[in-house]
């Protein structure tokens, strides 16, 4: 009985589900801005724009890390390549910048196995001097696995993270082992320990190390933390399980300098009858040192500034204000967003739709969202605007990066055009993102996407309305 009821039932929902969108279809974009859609999506995937910005940041700029010469220069050539592309309102907004230097880093095993391997220092680190720090190493999987050790167990040792972090397509893998890099050094500290060391934050078998912001508690010491590659760790791990007494010792030159006046960096396409509402285009222009920051984030810098040039060349103009925010110091403690919203506190209402491109070069497989619900029929048509690109439809609980945080913990809706990142944390933060990373093709399918994205975004006939839920954990 249920059985034979059931095709009708399906039969019924669906004509709900199609005609309920479908009144809001009708009117939430002009047939000529899904043309223009259309237009853009075409233009984008032939368009050198963004892989030539993404060449140009790395080359001429290079590594970026806050503080830095590097920093300087790219504020300087955000403004000069706003301008260069025709963006109105070209400015800055100044933020106070943490000015860390990384110095020379060491690490070697002393027994049972003496051998050396490259690390990095956890940026923000602190030095261990010149003598640097000999100890007893003790290897916990994580910062429950080093809460649950006996007291005394790692005083005045050399504690030693293990644990692996997990490849996923979204990068929640990430979320579920950065605590150890943010954590481990204060934890370990209040706990008598010397020094860490943390299996790197990534997932490649290559040799080479992850660094990373550390964010030390004012509750114990600040003791130096350093980072080793994926393969050495397990190495590590075998020197541990052979049962004998490990012996480590490391040296760091890292050291605080004095805080520097750095800036995000704005531009815009300015809206027509809607120009006070602005959707939000967010990256950061600044990068950890080892590598040149391709991937994190010159292609994020590159998507947004792209997808901003391609809208301008549209022979129609936005309803919204399309802005670019170029952050500074998204990197070690996100110092740029603040600044920026605290210079927009009075405009945060205005920015009523917001995109994040922090998670590399793309392609994009997946269009999330965190909107009000009343939207989601909006975010349903993008995503059939959308459809060429065979995205898989995501939920509601988009998180958004961390530059749009401020914003977003506002109530101002995110759409997330998601970012395949399955390979993103091989070289996130490493010295190997370069320039070879960045796929030209799926960075332009990136823009692509992104530009559909945004442009329907901005053109939306209705109110975005402001999320009042509070926010998922993040995944
Ligand atoms: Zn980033």
Redesign the pocket.
Same mark, same amino acid.
């Given at each position: 009985m249920r059985k034979k009821n059931y095709p009708i039932l399906v039969g019924l929902l669906l004509a709900l589900s199609t005609t309920a969108p479908a009144a809001e279809k009708a009117q939430a974009f002009t047939r000529a801005d899904l043309a223009a859609a259309a237009t853009l999506r075409e233009r984008a995937l032939t368009d050198a724009t963004a892989y030539a910005l993404v060449e140009s940041l790395t080359t001429e700029v290079g590594p970026r890390p806050a503080g830095s010469p590097g920093d300087q220069a790219a504020v300087a050539w955000a403004q000069r390549e706003m301008q260069r592309l025709g963006f109105a309102n070209v400015g800055t907004v100044d933020a106070f910048v943490p000015h860390w230097v990384r110095g020379e880093a060491e690490f070697s095993v002393l027994a049972p196995f003496p051998q050396s391997m490259p690390t990095l220092a956890l940026g923000g680190s602190v030095g261990t001097g010149s003598e640097g720090v000999e100890a007893d190493g003790v290897m916990v999987k994580d910062l429950d696995a080093l809460a649950a050790l006996p007291p005394g167990a790692v005083k005045d040792k050399i504690v030693f993270f293990s644990n692996r972090m997990e490849r996923t397509r979204d990068g929640s893998g990430y979320g579920k082992a950065v605590a150890v890099r943010a954590g481990g050094p204060s934890a370990a500290a209040a706990l008598g320990a010397a020094a860490i060391v943390i299996r790197s934050i990534g997932t490649s078998d290559s040799r080479f190390p992850h660094t990373g912001a550390t964010r030390y508690t004012n509750a114990a010491p600040r003791i130096p933390a350093l980072a080793i590659s994926n393969p050495d760790a397990d190495a590590l791990v075998r020197q541990f399980e052979s049962g004998k007494p490990v012996r480590l010792k490391l040296r760091s030159s890292s050291r605080d300098l004095p805080p520097v006046r750095s800036a995000s960096v704005v531009g815009e396409v300015p809206g027509t009858d809607r120009a006070g509402e602005i959707v939000i285009l967010g990256a950061?222009l600044d990068s950890w040192d080892p590598g040149v920051g391709a991937i !994190?984030?010159g292609a @994020?810098v590159a998507i947004m500034m792209g997808v901003a040039k391609l809208i301008r060349e549209l022979d129609v103009k936005p309803k919204r204000t399309v802005r670019v925010v170029l952050f500074a110091n +998204? +990197?070690f403690g996100t110092s740029g967003s603040l600044a920026y919203l605290a210079a927009n506190e009075a405009e945060a209402p205005r920015h009523v739709l917001g995109f994040e491109a !922090?998670f590399g070069a793309g392609p994009v497989w997946r269009l999330a969202s965190r909107v009000n619900p009343a939207q989601l029929p909006v975010v349903e048509q993008i995503y059939h605007a959308l459809a060429p690109f065979k995205l898989v439809r995501g939920d509601n609980e988009a998180h958004g @990066?961390a530059d749009l945080e401020g914003l977003s913990k506002l109530g101002m809706p995110i759409i997330e055009p998601g970012l395949d990142g399955t390979k993103y944390f091989d070289v996130h933060h490493t010295a190997n993102d370069t320039l070879a990373q960045v796929d030209p093709q799926a960075l332009r399918q990136s823009v692509a996407a992104f530009a559909v994205s945004v442009w329907l975004g901005a053109q939306y006939s209705g109110t975005w309305e402001r999320v009042t839920t509070e926010k998922a954990p993040r995944r």
């Open positions: 950061h !994190d984030d @994020g +998204e +990197e !922090d @990066g």
